[in-house]
């Protein structure tokens, strides 16, 4: 929706992880009991302790690496408030938190409203548009990355573009699978990593244009949910399973944490769906577990 040059590329050589903020919602409640994506499969039984231990060893590989963890209170009957990242979205002193598509997780919204409102953010505003925070809205340096196709509306890369004061790329989504942005794009340090297959031609196009410089995933690293990962600048956590996508890291001089989120997958999730980055936030003020 708005006109965006090309950024210059940065020398390998000087990646530097940038300590960052994270939100996240332990698993206390996860469960399959109903399908909104193809990944979902109500007969496939979850295993709440092993979804606990390896969300806990995404947390551990977080702060092991320098980075700070704010943790919400996960609410019973809300299997999938795990996925933080749908939340909202939150840049400095604002903050936005999310209007979901599905009813099955309309009150994900409420709940990480008033977390927002609680921390005391200067601004914070519930979505007017159906928009799902940082499952579809990817702040890439000085501009935001924005899907819709299958959960944000249209509308919502308006009311983000005014309520943040960014330019915003609008992206559509065509395959099912990668039904939220982040299951499909990774913001780098200067660039991005996606799966062209996600999005449709003019998008994969206006991509391609932006970030000339972009690592390309195959579908095999895409279908392990291999682009849902988080990057410090430096090190990028990602599923463990996302081996050719690691090598191109590696090439470019990042560092891969592998890390193995088999539990969350059954629900259509990984490292990313589990982590809201508070960008910019520099202090802890407000409520939250730490």
Not at 39 to 64: F, H, K, S
């Amino acid at each position: 929706m708005t006109s965006v040059a090309t950024l210059p590329a940065r020398d390998p050589a000087a990646r530097r992880p940038v300590p960052r903020r994270y939100l996240m919602c332990r698993p206390e409640h996860f469960d399959v009991t109903y399908a909104i994506n193809p990944w979902m499969d109500t007969a496939d039984p979850v295993n709440r302790v092993l979804a606990l231990a390896q969300w806990d060893g995404l947390r551990a590989a977080y702060e092991a690496h320098g980075h700070r963890v704010e943790v919400i209170e996960p609410i019973a009957g809300l299997p999938d408030m795990v996925f933080a990242a749908n939340g909202g979205l939150v840049i400095g002193d604002r903050a936005l938190s999310a209007r979901f598509a599905n009813p099955e997780r309309a009150q994900e919204g409420p709940a990480f409203h008033a977390w927002m409102a609680a921390r005391g953010f200067a601004t914070v505003a519930a979505a007017r548009e159906t928009n799902e925070g940082e499952g579809d809205f990817a702040i890439a340096a000085d501009r935001i990355l924005a899907g819709t196709g299958f959960r944000s509306a249209p509308g919502a890369h308006e009311e983000v573009a005014e309520f943040f004061g960014l330019p915003v790329v609008s992206l559509d989504l065509v395959d099912p699978r990668f039904y939220h942005l982040d299951t499909a794009l990774m913001v780098l340090d200067d660039t991005i990593a996606y799966y062209p297959g996600a999005f449709s031609g003019p998008s994969a196009r206006l991509l391609a244009g932006l970030y000339p410089d972009a690592l390309i995933a195959d579908e095999e690293d895409a279908n392990v949910l291999g682009l849902n990962g988080v990057c410090d600048g430096y090190h990028v956590f990602l599923s463990e399973k996302a081996v050719g996508l690691a090598e191109q890291l590696r090439a470019r001089g990042y560092q891969p944490i592998g890390i193995d989120l088999s539990e969350l997958l059954k629900s259509g999730g990984s490292v990313k769906c589990c982590t809201l980055e508070l960008h910019g936030v520099r202090t802890a003020a407000g409520s939250g577990t730490d």
